[in-house]
């Protein structure tokens, strides 16, 4: 059974950085992307980032620039560094992945608050 658990979230000023962290455990499908998504409250879930095994990275236009995802296949966690942090970037940062049946597996997501 996949298991993802976020971590670093927290409250930062405009401009800021914060490093979001994910530790998975189980037997999660390598070979699909990992990725990041947010959601504000009142709005629906979306897309900020994916990393595939190999390291190709895709990003949602708004973060271009401000955040890097990465991926350490040896402990098994995905990070997304956030620079240059914005009001609009508020949310619950949720990381997931597929498991080795192909099952979308969703962390608990970490909170990230942006003061302006």
């Known amino acids: 059974q996949v298991q993802l658990v976020e971590s670093g979230g927290g409250l930062v000023q405009e401009g800021g950085s914060l490093r979001l962290s994910c530790a998975a455990s189980?037997?999660?499908?390598?070979?699909?992307?990992m990725g990041w998504y947010r959601q504000a409250p009142g709005k629906q879930r979306d897309l900020v980032a994916t990393?595939?095994?190999?390291?190709?990275?895709t990003y949602t236009y708004s973060v271009k620039g401000r955040f890097t995802v990465s991926r350490d296949g040896a402990k098994n966690t995905l990070y997304l560094q956030m620079n240059s942090l914005k009001p609009e970037d508020t949310a619950v940062y949720y990381c997931s992945a597929l498991d080795a049946y192909g099952v979308r597996v969703w962390g608990q997501g970490t909170q990230v608050t942006v003061s302006s």
């Open positions: 189980g037997s999660i499908f390598k070979m699909y992307p």
């Open positions: 990393i595939t095994n190999d390291g190709v990275t």
